[in-house]
């Protein structure tokens, strides 16, 4: 696991101990916030291999700071390799410790800072989201990205942030009873962009409620955060934060490995190909070029062989399903999803193919029936209740491609294969007529959140 906001320098010495020598904790993100801390962070950081920091100035800091600190501050990041990204910095019209319009003034200084020194922005954002969003689009920090530290604000300021290019870190607020709202926003916040914090010593999570935090009580949020997200289990959460954590601080191994197998609750998930027949305006692919799904960065240089997939899967009665899913179409590569296909079943494992459906607009009907027996089930991304809307969601290369699409749902339906069909809840889309269209077919039903991937 990986603690992406924490001050080890304010954690008492037993503390700071155990946390240090917690092998569960991969890496450790302190913060420095003030010159004294800026101080403390960096001693640290640079005294142990798994602590990693960011520093800055807090906006309640924002009357004390001159011209002269900010070129220190340059000089520092500049300085020292361990530091990873530039704050925590932004706007607290909570506590409202130091004035408005010089916490605003040094919030910019901030973000032209972290693109001169190329280095992501930790935001500390209180009372303020229409404000920090407002400062963020003018001083085009999307250029560096970042992370919104402590997130607890709503489901449309997620939404704003991570078309901005940053990162939601979720603390173990999420885990209070009075964070209902708060955890509905955690359901719908894209899982290749949600990292988990302590901002220990502050805000322990529910069940050590009062006493001091510190990196260890992470699980307890992470658990949480596993109870939201569909088909995910602590273990996905650990993997997903840390790998998204590695991503976004360019540390470890950047997030980059690629992968052709990768397991998620128990499921094991074959990433044949990249190429894909659509262009949907919902998907990732689309929008960005990160590929991280869960943990896993599912993008492949090159298509991987039968052989190989199959020494990766090794016993498939290990999984509770084999999976054909990836960020590619997995039916443009029919001989070897058969292959792969026969052998989980030779052994007597389960098989899911999750496709488009647009297999009939490149291969005759009738090889459909060849999978009869290798294939348990079909899960069809239809994502339109009609072809209109098909053609400006999905982007597809025929006109006539959602009539495919039924098409292969009611021929697979009559060769007995079990068929379920889903739609995500991407604006214009009426998920209430695809439901319907769906039911109609005789497939069952099923609902996707719209950026809520794996």
Not at 60 to 89: F, M, Q, W
Not at 98 to 113: N, W
Not at 356 to 379: A, H, I, Q, R, Y
Request: hydrophobic share 35%.
């Amino acid at each position: 696991m990986i603690d992406s906001h924490c001050h080890l320098d304010l954690l008492n010495e037993k503390d700071l101990k155990e946390t240090l020598e917690d092998k569960s904790i991969e890496y450790i993100l302190t913060v420095g916030y003030d010159k004294k801390t800026i101080k403390s962070t960096l001693e640290l950081a640079n005294k142990y291999s798994k602590v990693f920091c960011a520093v800055g100035f807090h906006p309640h800091e924002a009357d004390k700071i001159s011209e002269r600190d900010i070129t220190e501050l340059e000089r520092i990041i500049k300085s020292n390799p361990k530091v990873k990204a530039v704050g925590e910095t932004g706007l607290d019209f909570y506590k409202n410790l130091s004035d408005r319009k010089k916490q605003e003034e040094l919030f910019r200084r901030h973000i032209s800072l972290a693109r001169k020194v190329g280095l992501p922005l930790v935001i500390h954002m209180r009372a303020a989201e229409e404000q920090t969003l407002r400062v963020l689009k003018e001083e085009k920090a999307y250029e560096v990205g970042g992370i919104m530290h402590c997130f607890s604000g709503s489901l449309e300021t997620m939404k704003k942030a991570v078309d901005l290019g940053f990162y939601i870190s979720y603390s173990g607020i999420i885990t209070y009873k009075g964070s209902q709202a708060l955890r509905e926003v955690v359901k719908k916040t894209p899982t290749s962009r949600i990292l988990l914090e302590t901002d220990a010593p502050f805000l322990a999570p529910q069940p050590v409620r009062g006493k001091p935090n510190k990196p260890s009580y992470i699980w307890h949020t992470a658990e949480v955060l596993a109870q939201l997200i569909p088909n995910t289990s602590l273990e996905d959460v650990n993997r997903m934060t840390s790998e998204n954590a590695k991503l976004v601080l360019n540390i470890g191994h950047n997030g980059k490995r690629e992968t052709v197998t990768y397991v998620i609750n128990d499921r094991l998930y074959i990433n044949l190909t990249n190429r894909c027949n659509l262009h949907c305006v919902f998907c990732q692919r689309e929008r960005e070029r990160n590929f991280m799904v869960k943990g896993y960065w599912v993008w492949i240089s090159r298509d991987p062989s039968v052989e190989e997939v199959i020494r990766l899967i090794e016993d498939p009665l290990r999984y509770k399903e084999v999976v054909f899913c990836g960020y590619g179409e997995p039916t443009l590569r029919f001989s070897a999803l058969k292959e792969i296909a026969k052998y989980v079943k030779s052994k007597g494992g389960r098989v899911r193919v999750d496709t488009n459906g647009l297999m009939f607009t490149f291969l005759p009907k009738e090889k459909l029936s060849e999978l009869k027996g290798l294939v348990d089930v079909w899960s069809v991304s239809l994502n339109a209740p009609d072809p209109e809307t098909y053609l400006k969601i999905c982007k597809p290369a025929q006109s006539y491609a959602f009539q495919k699409v039924v098409e292969f749902i009611k021929e697979s339906l009559r060769l007995g294969f079990r068929v379920v069909v889903s739609a995500v809840d991407y604006p214009g889309v009426d998920i209430k007529r695809v439901e319907k269209l769906v039911k109609s077919l005789g497939a069952e039903w099923k609902y996707r959140a719209y950026e809520v991937v794996g």
